[in-house]
């Protein structure tokens, strides 16, 4: 018998798999890169989320950190920082005639702060409204009572951080302007009034364009620390000192005159205006 036998070799065109092999081989391909496809877009997905940066951004952290998701926030993080300081840089010299102020009430404590910006826009953005709210929140851990100048507030390194990250999200100049905290000592209250005030996102915290803070001692009528507080912001800034002002809610009284009928003291108060 004669065997017939055909040699050849594997080259470009000349071996072809049976159907159901390239079929088996097709199925699991498409399921390998999808699976990759997946994991990719979640990374991706996860870094935007974590970073708000474009998603052609994330692609060009992963591609400079050979896809590692760590690396690549930091790469990101870094490269945002950067953009930012230049970006506040650029800005520092524009007028900020707009802003905010904020007050944060606490059993123990009242805080107020203003931070000025370019536009109206901006201040009423929910951004900004936090970066109000997280630099007042701050001041009990810097220490002191009293008036306090935006400057130090600039100096704090992680409150300077936000503030550069809020410049650059915004586009536009932020400064911290004039800050107030008073930790209350046994005895003493407080009242608040907020002018033109927004809805707020946070507990303990309002903000608007003036508001005002009044220290008592011995004082628990709420309504009239907050109607004295109003008085304060109703009032423009005089020559004439707060005792001696007629009371905006009865003219036929002046400030001393409530001390007086109501047996209290008032210890300080505070304005801020943007």
């Known amino acids: 018998a004669v065997v017939s036998t055909q040699s050849g070799h594997y080259g470009r065109g000349n071996c072809k798999l049976p159907d159901m092999f390239t079929s088996i081989l097709s199925t699991q391909c498409l399921r390998h890169f999808s699976a990759q496809s997946t994991a990719g877009k ?14 052609v951004r994330i692609k060009e952290a992963l591609l400079a950190t ?20 230049s970006k506040a840089q650029k ?15 606490e059993p123990t ?13 901006v201040a009423s953005n929910k951004e900004f409204v936090k970066f109000l709210y997280q ?17 130090k507030i600039i100096n704090n390194k992680d409150l300077n951080s936000l503030l ?17 905290h008073h930790n ?13 005030k927004l809805d707020s996102p946070f507990d303990n915290f309002q903000a608007g364009k003036i508001a005002s803070a009044v220290i008592f001692h011995n004082l628990s009528d709420v309504y009239l620390q907050n109607c004295i507080a ?45």
């Open 42 to 55: 979640e990374v991706i997905k996860s870094l935007r989320a974590d970073t708000g940066l474009p998603f």
């Open 91 to 105: 800005l520092s010299t524009r007028e900020t005639n707009q802003g905010l102020v904020g007050v944060i009430s």
């Open 184 to 196: 209350l000592l046994k005895g003493q209250t407080f009242g608040t009034y907020v002018h033109g």
């Open 164 to 180: 550069i990250k809020s410049i650059g999200g915004l586009g536009e100049n932020i400064q911290p302007h004039r800050y107030y």
């Open 230 to 274: 109003q008085h304060i912001v109703g009032t423009l800034p005089c020559d004439t000192p707060l005792l001696q002002q007629e009371f905006l809610h009865d003219d036929s009284l002046i400030i001393q005159d409530l001390c007086k009928q109501h047996s209290f003291e008032i210890v300080d108060f505070c304005r801020l205006s943007f």
């Open 135 to 151: 630099s007042i929140a701050e001041l009990p851990k810097l220490g002191g009572s009293g008036l306090i100048e935006g400057s």
């Open 109 to 121: 404590s009242i805080s107020l702060g203003s931070v000025l910006c370019e536009t109206d826009f």
């Open 66 to 85: 050979d896809n590692d998701p760590a690396k690549a926030k930091q790469w990101l993080l870094q490269k945002a920082e950067e953009q930012n300081w």
